[in-house]
DNA sequence: GCCAGTCTCATTTTT
DNA sequence: TGAGACTGGC
């Protein structure tokens, strides 16, 4: 069978050319489950890509028959990208999408079905968190310890379990008036949200699945429509993600049932379901991902074929060791081992500065250095674990004038102004949405207070009406004049937009109609002059953020002409900026390790590697968080093609007071052959104080980082690392007296300063300091943590 | 109802 | 440290 459009031979080839033999296994395979072991830089992106391609080049699947998942909008752009360069306009049709656009568009096409209107709004947490705190406050709640933000989180957590408040509270302790309290709020918030037309991101999926299983006829729609379903980064899916997948991969069943008699026969099978992903790489079990789903996907698809991808076509292998060393200590894993055969290439290279400003200077110093040599700006990265780490950085960076761009972080759809914006467009958009009203009700400021809000709730609950509705009847709430006038006037703007927006059934909105009913409501309304008039310098800042928001609305109609006012909300509230990521700006990327997966550059600064931070101390008390906490090392190091960088710090600053900080024991877990530390925490942290001869060398140098400092020791062990210069620096073997207890008259020795008798103990945790008067050396404080003690 | 100044409090990761 | 809650004066 030939065929003029898709010559099969030639191109089959193609599609396999330059693969490696398990890579082809991935794009060949045929059958109803297939998962693809896919370690870091192993090139799965092209794996899945080429099986897409080849199922459509060989007439296996229309494009509307795929459906591929993936976690991020970005890699959903990319995957679509790659595939149209493939088979060109063979790909249109195809959903490639995240779990919670595809949910969204099956929602919005359902959503009558089950008490919704096509024109919901999707819940951010911000949006979940602003009504929880109102529920707590009504419930009050908080008197039983229940603070919005903990209570969001068990939803999300329940949601992600695809519980509800009914399921729950059978379980539950309801004699304890906490729990008692947090099931109603649960059912509250629930309650509200179905009134208000909106489902939350955890309803999206979850709602899904709920609709697939009390509508097998709806179901089955999607279950006949997609016949290959393929999931990107299956590792950090989490529980209702992986019902969904169910129930999207099951057989399709006729019901022929007559008169009462249920009868099912199947009438196609399951789609064929492939998922990718690596569990060494799962970072968000916090948020639900739950890593069985991969490891146990043999069990739950029986006769599923599986092929690893060892090959890493990215990263030098020193690199790869590095990692290798590092993810081994992970107990529970399938032993996997990445290779490459690029050669050992660079070896990594180490640094400890003195503060987190000295560990930035640093990195500062060699992004300049790696510039020179040829490395663009644009493929450097920093990472570091904690957003609230890249405020050194940036200082540093902007006195050494490091471009820098931070990905993730402080997000545009998150300015209290654009949310403003937005809340207006919602209004309109979905009146039953109390919330957003609420929010516009006294902004730009009308003079409408508590007092006033409450009123008008009052009125429209007597009168069986919506919040909305209560506003087009100010007269009969009984207000002043004043505040009749104010209501008034916005509820006419909120007509006039709508009139824009949503025209009468039948007609077309204009494609122009969300900017121009943007720009009524912000300027009728008296938003945009109440901004322009304010004397709030951050007030022009403002402007300027609400004509990005309107050049936005400008771009989303170039990009589509038919798309409405609930269209435009659905991509703002499921597209993050971090997805937007500018590879072409020429600046360094600075990003969280989590932000970090999925991404590869030629040089990576790994930074704040200590204890504490990495692995972060929270997750110590969580279970299976060192081990989380080691994979995302473990990413970042992956993310490395050429150079790595392991930064530290041996004093930091929190929150304006300075503390001690650790190497992090991930140090001791990759060979110290492969490192080379330019400065080690030996150097700054030997005992006798942090003024260590390294650091005042350094300052005084004048190549700082180009001339490597001499070993301690005076260079009598040449093949050594500085991390064999301090046995006993790191971690386990560093001193770390952890939880010796000392108490007002204790005797203890020290190595310095003879024995002693403790006078006083204050502090706590790792800052605890005793207080002791040595018998000949006087009166000293010692971090009991790291000093050099031990009990008499 | 508004505002500005003070206070307290928690500080991980985010589709 | 810095964001949000709270308070008291207008």
Same mark, same amino acid.
Request: proline share 4%; charged share 30%; glycine share 8%.
């Given at each position: ?230 999931? !990107? ?302 004397? !709030? ?165 004048? !190549? ?89």
């Amino acid at each position: 069978m030939t065929d003029a459009l898709f010559p099969l031979a030639p191109d089959a080839d193609d599609l396999l050319a330059g693969l490696n033999p398990p890579q082809r296994e991935a794009v060949e395979y045929r059958g109803p489950a297939l998962l693809i072991v896919a370690g870091a830089g192993s090139g799965k992106t092209r794996v899945l890509t080429h099986r897409i391609a080849s199922l459509l080049r060989s007439r296996e699947a229309w494009p509307s028959q795929i459906l591929a998942i993936t976690f991020t909008n970005k890699a959903a752009g990319e995957m679509r990208e790659r595939v149209e360069q493939i088979v060109g306009d063979g790909a249109r049709g195809m959903w490639i999408s995240t779990f919670h656009s595809a949910c969204v568009r099956i929602l919005r096409r359902e959503a009558e079905q089950f008490g919704f209107t096509k024109a919901f709004t999707i819940y951010d947490s911000g949006d979940s968190r602003a009504l929880l705190k109102r529920l707590v406050k009504e419930r009050e709640a908080d008197a039983f310890g229940l603070t919005p933000a903990g209570v969001q989180s068990k939803i999300s957590k329940l949601k992600n379990e695809l519980a509800d408040a009914e399921s729950y509270a059978r379980d539950a302790n309801m004699s304890d008036p906490a729990e008692r309290a947090f099931v109603e709020i649960f059912g509250d918030y629930q309650r509200e949200l179905q009134k208000a037309n909106a489902f939350d991101f955890d309803d999206l999926i979850g709602q899904t699945v709920f609709l697939f299983r009390a509508f097998p006829h709806v179901a089955d729609v999607y279950r006949k429509r997609f016949r290959h379903v393929l999931v !990107d980064e299956y590792q950090d899916t989490n529980h209702a993600q992986y019902q969904l997948i169910r129930e999207l991969t099951r057989p399709v069943q006729t019901d022929v049932s007559s008169g009462g008699a249920a009868v099912l026969i199947p009438e196609a099978d399951g789609a064929s379901l492939t998922v990718v992903g690596d569990s060494d790489q799962s970072i968000y079990a916090f948020r639900g991902a739950d890593i069985r789903n991969i490891t146990e996907f043999e069990r739950d698809f029986p006769g599923a074929k599986v092929v690893l991808l060892e090959q890493n076509y990215r990263s030098t292998q020193n690199i790869l060791d590095a990692a290798n060393s590092v993810i081994r200590n992970n107990f529970d894993r399938k032993d996997k081992k990445l290779w490459s055969d690029q050669g050992e290439g660079e070896k990594i290279v180490g640094f400890t500065g003195y503060s987190q400003h000295d560990e930035a200077q640093f990195v500062a110093d060699e992004i300049d250095r790696l510039r020179r040599g040829g490395v663009d700006y644009q493929q450097m990265a920093v990472f570091y674990r904690t957003n609230s780490q890249s405020r050194a950085l940036e200082e540093i960076f902007i006195r050494a004038a490091v471009p820098y761009k931070i990905m993730g972080g402080t997000k545009f759809y998150d300015r209290a102004e654009i949310k403003d914006a937005l809340a207006y467009l919602v209004a309109v958009a979905n009146p039953a949405d109390e919330m957003a009203v609420r929010r516009i009700l006294n902004r730009p400021r009308r003079g409408i207070g508590d007092v006033t809000e409450t009123a008008i709730a009052r009125f429209a609950t007597d009168n069986g009406m919506s919040f909305r509705d209560a506003l087009a009847h100010p007269a009969e709430i009984g207000l002043g004049p004043k505040l009749q006038k104010a209501i008034a006037q916005l509820d006419d703007v909120l007509r006039e937009a709508s009139g824009i927006l949503v025209p009468a059934s039948g007609e077309q909105p204009s494609p122009k109609a969300v900017t121009e009913g943007l720009r009524v409501l912000l300027d009728k309304s008296g938003y945009s002059d109440a901004l322009r008039r304010s004397r !709030d310098p951050q007030d022009e800042a403002r402007v300027e953020n609400l004509d990005e928001l309107v050049a936005v609305t400008r771009e989303f109609a170039r990009n589509n002409p038919e798309g409405t006012i609930v269209d435009f909300l659905t991509e703002v509230a499921l597209v993050s900026d971090t997805d937007d990521i500018d590879d072409a700006s020429g600046a360094v990327s600075l990003m969280t390790l989590h932000t970090a997966k999925g991404l590869e550059f030629d040089a990576v600064f790994l930074t704040g590697v200590e204890e504490d931070l990495i692995p972060h101390r929270i997750s110590a008390g969580e279970p299976g968080g060192p081990q989380e906490e080691r994979r995302l090392f473990y990413v970042g190091i992956t993310r490395a093609r050429k150079r790595l960088y392991l930064s530290l710090a041996m004093t930091r600053a929190q929150f304006g007071e300075v503390s001690v900080a650790m190497p992090s024991r991930f140090l001791q877990e990759i060979p110290s052959t492969l490192v080379d530390w330019r400065q080690s925490p030996g150097d700054v942290n030997s005992r006798g104080g942090l003024q260590s001869r390294a650091l005042n060398g350094r300052r005084t140098t004048g !190549d700082r980082w180009g001339v490597k400092p001499l070993p301690a020791g005076g260079g009598l062990t040449p093949t050594s690392t500085a991390m064999d210069k301090f046995p006993g620096l790191v971690t386990n073997k560093m001193r770390d007296n952890g939880d010796l207890e000392l108490a007002a008259g204790d005797r203890i020795r020290h190595d310095d300063f003879g024995e002693g008798r403790v006078d006083a103990v204050t502090g706590d945790g790792a800052k605890r300091i005793a207080h002791v008067r040595f018998d000949t050396a006087g009166s000293k404080k010692l971090l009991i943590k790291v000093a050099p003690i031990t009990k008499l």
